[in-house]
């Protein structure tokens, strides 16, 4: 018996194993197709690099404009790190007040949507008549964090909710506080909600960043989102190309970090977080 458990267990992590390896090379497989043809098809219609470039021109461009499109990489880190951790803080706070207060919920949640749904392109030109034109940085702020809020807010609201009724009552029996039923109860229960509302807030507040800093259309913002602008105008789409790729790697490693996070706050008790063999 105590075999056959032993050889179990060995399939399963051999199949979580075998379920990884796929998940790094099959990717990687596919993208290296892609490219190869997406560079025959160039060299082979001889399509001109101001319509599509070569990947290998755009490996060029990549390369030799690394220096400036690095300083504007970490431009576009900052706000967006900056917008995440203020819509996590904020969301979170503001979703605990509402398990505490049904009132203050039907009172405030209704703005949280109205903020949700009112295109940032709407709002941009106030927000910078607001905080004025020499603080773009801060008008690139505001308008990531209200991309990136609402995610956090709805998900972590409906976690919060979704504990179970037994236990709260069992607090309610042994004379907790709200605080003690809200940090034991409440919270393990929304942190897989807060953690899955989190892999999507991660991705908005860089959407939000970019979409601010077009919009924003001042030389004063310096992210990658200007740098794209910049080159579309001067026609090196091989350039424009270079800082669309670092946007990419750079949206690519949000998601992995976080999801890096759900993985290890949750395997060790939540079914999400395990892996799960192919089938």
Do not use: C
């Amino acid at each position: 018996m105590r075999q056959r458990t032993r050889m179990q267990r060995q399939a399963k992590q051999a199949g979580a194993g075998g379920t990884r390896i796929m998940a790094i090379v099959m990717p990687l497989f596919a993208g290296a197709v892609a490219l190869g043809g997406w560079e025959f098809i160039v060299r082979t219609a001889q399509i001109p690099p101001f319509v599509l470039p070569a990947p290998s021109a755009i490996g060029t461009a990549l390369i030799a404009g690394f220096p400036s499109l690095a300083a504007s990489l970490w431009q576009t880190v900052q706000i967006t790190a900056l917008a995440f951790g203020l819509a996590v803080v904020s969301g979170v706070g503001l979703s605990l007040l509402f398990s505490q207060s049904r009132i203050v919920e039907m009172t405030l949640f209704p703005f949280a949507v109205i903020l949700q749904v009112t295109p940032i392109i709407a709002i941009a030109p106030l927000i910078l008549i607001w905080v004025g034109f020499d603080h773009t940085d801060r008008a690139l702020l505001i308008m990531a964090w209200v991309a990136a809020f609402f995610p956090i807010l709805s998900n972590m609201t409906l976690g919060l909710r979704s504990a179970d009724p037994n236990l709260l009552a069992l607090m309610r029996l042994y004379g907790a506080s709200r605080l003690q039923t809200a940090w034991l109860v409440q919270m393990p229960t929304a942190l897989p909600f807060l953690l899955s509302g989190m892999k999507i807030s991660g991705g908005l507040a860089l959407i939000g960043t970019v979409v601010a800093e077009f919009v924003a259309g001042s030389g004063a913002s310096t992210g990658l989102a200007w740098r794209i602008m910049e080159a579309g105008n001067r026609l090196q789409i091989p350039h424009m190309f270079a800082a669309l790729i670092l946007l990419s790697l750079l949206g690519i490693a949000i998601f992995f970090l976080l999801s890096l996070l759900e993985t290890l706050l949750l395997r060790r008790w939540h079914d999400s977080a395990r892996p799960q063999a192919w089938r």
